[in-house]
Nanobody, 124 residues
């Protein structure tokens, strides 16, 4: 079992930066692949970024590639999402998710545990 709590969301102007954190509890965090998803109003939840258990492999949605960076610190049971050059269209609730396996995944159904989400609002 893994419990996830996101933090770091907020209001930022376009072009600015935010860093989201996801604190995990549970003995299996270090062997779990992790991901970030987001859901904008009226839209389906979509994949943003994923990282393997070791941090050695990462994958990004095309819409955030080159602007967002996912990382993890297994000693702190925390995964991060550094978001730079934010755009208005990045506005959404951002969710942290964990898999039961060590391999990264890119679809919602591949993830077994979810946080409650943190709001990111980018203003023009």
């Amino acid at each position: 079992q893994v419990q996830l709590v996101e933090s770091g969301g907020g209001l930022v102007q376009a072009g600015g930066s935010l860093r989201l954190s996801c604190a995990a509890s549970g003995r299996t965090f270090s062997s779990s692949a992790m991901g970030w998803f987001r859901q904008a109003p009226g839209k389906e939840r979509e994949f943003v970024a994923a990282i393997s258990w070791s941090g050695g492999s990462t994958y990004y949605a095309d819409s955030v590639k080159g602007r967002f960076t996912i990382s993890r610190d297994n000693a702190k049971n925390t995964v991060y999402l550094q978001m730079n050059s934010l755009k208005v269209e990045d506005t959404a609730v951002y969710y942290c998710a964990a898999r039961r396996t060590s391999m990264l995944g890119t679809t919602l159904t591949q993830y077994n545990y979810w946080g409650q989400g943190t709001q990111v609002t980018v203003s023009s």
